[in-house]
């Protein structure tokens, strides 16, 4: 089973911004309650959606310059990424429905 990217501070521009796919990254931290709540959920979209889009994790806390960059202020935020650009924005521990759907639109 794939599992999330483990995206950094460095790896953004690459994994992220350059990908030919939608990206979604979620970015959390260890201490982070509903954080760990929907790590599961995370990890079983990194499989459903292996080869159609990335699915990406960045820690807050090993790198701050992502998280600074896009205003992320209040964690779990999870963003979506097309062509290099911010598409969306989901805040918050949400249902994988949810997440699947605003996922889901950017794969047209």
């Known amino acids: 089973m794939s599992q999330p990217l483990h995206i950094t501070d ?3 521009q690459a994994d992220v911004l350059d990908s030919t796919k939608p ?3 979620d970015f ?3 201490w982070c309650g509903p954080c760990r709540m929907i790590a599961p959920i995370i990890e079983d979209l990194a ?3 292996e080869g159609k889009a990335t699915i ?3 820690d807050v806390d090993n790198n701050p310059q992502i998280a600074m960059q896009y205003g992320v202020r209040s964690i779990p935020t999870l963003l979506i990424f097309k062509s290099g650009k911010l598409v969306d924005t989901i805040i918050g521990a949400v249902s994988k429905p949810y997440m699947v759907e605003h996922l889901e639109a950017q794969l047209n």
């Open 56 to 58: 990406g994790k960045v």
């Open 47 to 49: 499989g459903e959606y």
């Open 23 to 25: 990206v979604l990254v």
């Open 10 to 12: 460095n790896s953004f």
């Open 28 to 30: 959390w931290a260890t």
